[in-house]
T-cell receptor, first 113, second 114 residues
């Protein structure tokens, strides 16, 4: 158990809909990262937050948005969903010192029909 | 640009044989290197990391990795492969910058054949 919690584990929805994925980082970790993984492919970095502020943005579509709340949990919002958005979405957290590693949640599998 | 390469999409090895999964990197400054493993429908699990010190790093499940600065490589190794080692392996580098500070390689699928 990495200590990173993601909900829901599975989500099936229709094209055009909107969903919210939730992540609770490990206790004490201030940084949260979101990644997308399609069909056992590589990891696509979406966005990173540190203590409530956006720190880095990767290949995140304009239809997607995220935020990190004062209690450090984070949400990834996906709107106007398309078939191609079907993927595993991972959240990860880390400490921001001592060159610490990322700890990953088990992911949220999104299926868009 | 900072990058991590894993030159092999797939590595096949017989059970009991040694295995190597290759990783090379291109970063400015000191590299902080990591290996992760991903089993089907699971999140990535941390295996080991190199920050400084001994070039041979030992990690979980009998894995080790050798840091080679001159060749800018960080290959993952295990003396005797198990069928249960079959998974997707990712090499990553952590950067000392304010922006995106983890860069992952594309992944290598390891198949250990009984």
């Amino acid at each position: 158990d990495s200590g990173v919690t993601q909900t829901p584990k599975h989500l099936i929805t229709a094209t055009g809909q909107r969903v919210t994925l939730r992540c609770s980082p490990r206790s004490g970790d201030l940084s949260v990262y979101w990644y997308q993984q399609s069909l056992d492919q590589g990891l696509q970095f979406l966005i990173q937050y540190y203590n409530g502020e956006e720190r880095a943005k990767g290949n995140i579509l304009e239809r997607f948005s995220a935020q990190q709340f004062p209690d450090l949990h984070s949400e990834l919002n996906l709107s106007s969903l398309e078939l191609g958005d079907s993927a595993l979405y991972f959240c990860a957290s880390s400490v921001d010192w001592d060159h610490g590693e990322l700890f990953f949640g088990e992911g949220s599998r999104l299926t868009v029909l | 640009a900072q990058s991590v390469a894993q030159p092999e999409d797939q590595v096949n090895v017989a059970e009991g044989n040694p295995l190597t999964v290759k990783c090379t990197y291109s970063v400015s400054g000191n590299p902080y290197l990591f290996w992760y493993v991903q089993y089907p429908n699971r999140g990535l699990q941390f295996l080991l990391k190199y920050i400084t010190g001994d070039n041979l790093v030992k990690g979980s499940y009998g894995f080790e990795a050798e840091f080679n600065k001159s060749q800018t490589s960080f290959h993952l190794k295990k003396p005797s492969a198990l069928v249960s080692d079959s998974a997707l392996y990712f090499c990553a580098v952590r950067l000392d910058n304010y922006g995106q500070n983890f860069v992952f390689g594309p992944g290598t699928r390891l198949s250990v054949l009984p």
